[in-house]
């Protein structure tokens, strides 16, 4: 019992202005917050508070995870990024957030662009333009190119020659 006394104090604190400005009776919430469920608890503050119940398909499929030990406690899969778009922007996309950190491929071509900077073209279609100096890639190269920070990215070689890359295709 001396627990539960902090515990509603707590609650009547919180949700004191709350409840006034929505008229709901502090009863109500005395009888969610005395329910055991977490997901049973919460749908009753939910129904006080007038939000539409969620059905248990629409919770699989978002990306929210509830705490642990709640009845519904699940994770939508995490969606993955096709090679096809690596390196391409979320504006670009319009997507919200890839999931793949690196793709390879075998040089299939090198040319030089309007500003004198190395293109890169892979075996999968990619363009890549590298910035930077003295280039050492080779037609027929395998390379990895990987996220770095700021959403920025790195091609790497197999000698491990490291250069900033921006994709153009």
């Not at 008229?23 to 009888?31: C, H, T, V, Y």
């Not at 793709?103 to 999968?124: I, K």
Request: proline residues 5%; hydrophobic residues 45%.
């Amino acid at each position: 019992m001396p627990m539960q006394l902090p515990k509603m104090l707590l609650i009547s604190l919180l949700c004191s202005a709350a409840c006034l400005a929505a008229d709901i009776d502090p009863s109500a919430l005395q009888r969610c917050a005395a329910i055991a469920s977490d997901a049973t608890r919460l749908q009753c503050y939910d129904t006080l508070a007038g939000r539409p119940m969620t059905a248990p398909q629409d919770l699989a499929s978002t990306n929210h995870t509830l705490p642990t030990g709640t009845a519904a406690s699940t994770t939508a899969p995490a969606a993955t990024e096709p090679a096809s778009s690596f390196g391409l922007s979320a504006t670009q996309l319009n997507v919200a957030k890839p999931t793949t950190d690196a793709v390879q491929g075998r040089v299939v071509n090198l040319a030089e662009s309007a500003t004198q900077q190395l293109m890169v073209t892979l075996d999968n279609g990619q363009v890549w333009q590298l910035t930077g100096e003295d280039a050492h890639v080779n037609v027929g190269e395998q390379v990895t190119i990987r996220r770095a920070a700021l959403g920025s990215f790195l091609l790497i070689t197999k000698l491990k020659f490291v250069y900033r890359a921006h994709r153009i295709k």
